[in-house]
C-alpha cells in the first residue's frame, strides 16, 4: 500500500461522504449495524470509522446505557463524522490506530471495522489488537471489498483513469480497497491473531448513480485516487474524472446508472 492511499484530507471527506457513502458504503453500514445491535453489546469499539457511516446506522439501534467508542487513525475524517453525528452523550471520539489501540484488555463486546481491514499495513497485528481488547465471548465484525472485478464501477474508473497515464496507472483502487479479497487469506490471518471462530459471507449488492458523472466524480475526487492522479499531474484531475465520466456513461448511460458491487462480511471470535 503506498503512503497517499492513507490520505483523506483537503476535501475528500465531504466528498467521500456526500458522493461515495449513498453509492457503495451505506447499504453495507446498515448490514454492520443490525449485525453488531443483533449481539446486545453494552461496549462496542469501531475502528477505522472514516465519516461515520456506520456510527450514524448504529447509534441508534444500541442500548441506552451502551458504550460506543468511535476510532479513526485519520483527524480529519473523524471530525467530519463526529460533525454529522447529533449529540449523544453514549459516543466517546479517540483518535486511535487499530494496530495500537489505547484501551484496556477486554473492554468490548464488539469491535467493529467497515472496509477499514484493507488499509492497516500489519493486518494479524490489527486482528490480534481487536482480540485483545474483547472481553470473553466478544466478537470482531468487519468487512472488506472482494476483488475488483466482482465491483463494476471501481473497475470502470480504474480502466478509465489508466488511459491518461498508460506508463503508471493510478491502481490505488485495485491495490488497496480490493486488494485484499482472498478469504482463504483472511482466515488464516485472522487464525494468526488468535481467532478460531470465524465466519465469512460475501454479499452482493447493487450500487446506485444520480448518473455516470456524479460516479466519476466520487471515485476521482472523493477517494484517494484524486492523490495519485494529483502526484502524477494536478492539472489532469478534472481531465482524468471527465475520461471516467465518459467511460460510464458509454457502459452505463447517462441517466441514473447501476452496477454490482460485493464485499465479504466477517465476524470472528475466539
Same mark, same amino acid.
Given at each position: 500500500?503506498?503512503?497517499? &492511499?492513507?490520505? @483523506?484530507?483537503?476535501?475528500?471527506?465531504?466528498?467521500? =461522504?456526500?458522493?461515495?457513502? *449513498?453509492?457503495?458504503?451505506?447499504?453495507?453500514? +446498515? &448490514?454492520?449495524?443490525?449485525?453488531?445491535? %443483533?449481539?446486545?453489546? %453494552?461496549?462496542?469499539?469501531?475502528?477505522?470509522?472514516?465519516? %461515520?457511516?456506520? #456510527?450514524?446506522?448504529?447509534?441508534?439501534?444500541?442500548?441506552? &446505557?451502551?458504550?460506543?467508542?468511535?476510532? =479513526?487513525?485519520?483527524?480529519?475524517?473523524?471530525?467530519?463524522?463526529?460533525?454529522? /453525528?447529533?449529540?449523544?452523550?453514549?459516543?466517546?471520539?479517540? /483518535?486511535?490506530?487499530?494496530?495500537?489501540?489505547? @484501551?484496556? +484488555?477486554?473492554?468490548?463486546?464488539?469491535?467493529?471495522?467497515?472496509?477499514?481491514?484493507?488499509?492497516?499495513?500489519?493486518?494479524?497485528?490489527?486482528?490480534? !489488537?481487536?482480540?485483545?481488547?474483547?472481553?470473553?465471548?466478544?466478537? @470482531?465484525?468487519?468487512?472488506?471489498?472482494?476483488?475488483? !472485478?466482482?465491483?463494476? @464501477?471501481?473497475? +470502470?474508473?480504474?480502466?478509465?483513469?489508466?488511459?491518461?497515464?498508460?506508463?503508471?496507472?493510478?491502481?490505488?483502487?485495485?491495490? #488497496?480497497?480490493? %486488494?485484499?479479497?482472498?478469504?482463504?487469506?483472511?482466515? =488464516?490471518?485472522?487464525? $494468526?491473531?488468535?481467532?478460531?471462530?470465524?465466519?465469512?459471507?460475501?454479499?452482493?449488492?447493487?450500487? $446506485?448513480?444520480?448518473?455516470?458523472?456524479?460516479?466519476?466524480?466520487?471515485?476521482?475526487?472523493?477517494?484517494?485516487?484524486?492523490?495519485?492522479?494529483?502526484?502524477? +499531474?494536478?492539472?489532469?484531475?478534472?481531465?482524468? #474524472? =471527465?475520461?471516467?465520466?465518459?467511460?460510464?456513461?458509454?457502459?452505463?448511460?447517462?441517466? *441514473?446508472?447501476?452496477?454490482?458491487?460485493?464485499?465479504?462480511?466477517?465476524?470472528?471470535? !475466539?
Amino acid at each position: 500500500m503506498a503512503e497517499s &492511499d492513507k490520505v @483523506f484530507a483537503g476535501s475528500i471527506p465531504k466528498l467521500y =461522504d456526500t458522493l461515495m457513502v *449513498p453509492l457503495i458504503f451505506q447499504a453495507y453500514a +446498515d &448490514d454492520t449495524a443490525e449485525l453488531v445491535a %443483533g449481539f446486545s453489546p %453494552g461496549a462496542v469499539l469501531e475502528t477505522a470509522a472514516g465519516s %461515520g457511516v456506520v #456510527t450514524r446506522s448504529l447509534a441508534p439501534k444500541l442500548g441506552a &446505557d451502551a458504550r460506543y467508542v468511535v476510532t =479513526d487513525l485519520n483527524p480529519p475524517m473523524l471530525d467530519y463524522a463526529a460533525s454529522r /453525528q447529533p449529540p449523544d452523550s453514549r459516543i466517546e471520539w479517540r /483518535q486511535a490506530d487499530a494496530l495500537d489501540l489505547p @484501551f484496556e +484488555d477486554a473492554s468490548f463486546d464488539v469491535v467493529c471495522c467497515q472496509f477499514g481491514a484493507m488499509f492497516f499495513p500489519d493486518r494479524v497485528a490489527g486482528y490480534a !489488537e481487536a482480540r485483545r481488547v474483547l472481553r470473553p465471548g466478544g466478537r @470482531f465484525v468487519f468487512s472488506v471489498w472482494d476483488r475488483i !472485478e466482482e465491483n463494476a @464501477f471501481a473497475d +470502470d474508473i480504474t480502466n478509465a483513469v489508466a488511459t491518461l497515464f498508460p506508463n503508471d496507472p493510478p491502481r490505488f483502487l485495485a491495490r #488497496t480497497p480490493h %486488494g485484499y479479497h482472498d478469504v482463504a487469506r483472511i482466515r =488464516d490471518d485472522l487464525g $494468526r491473531a488468535g481467532f478460531a471462530n470465524v465466519q465469512i459471507e460475501t454479499r452482493e449488492k447493487l450500487s $446506485r448513480g444520480p448518473s455516470a458523472r456524479d460516479v466519476a466524480m466520487a471515485y476521482c475526487q472523493g477517494t484517494p485516487l484524486r492523490n495519485e492522479i494529483e502526484a502524477r +499531474d494536478a492539472s489532469l484531475l478534472q481531465l482524468a #474524472t =471527465d475520461r471516467a465520466a465518459e467511460a460510464m456513461e458509454s457502459r452505463h448511460g447517462k441517466g *441514473p446508472v447501476a452496477g454490482k458491487i460485493q464485499a465479504h462480511v466477517i465476524v470472528a471470535a !475466539e
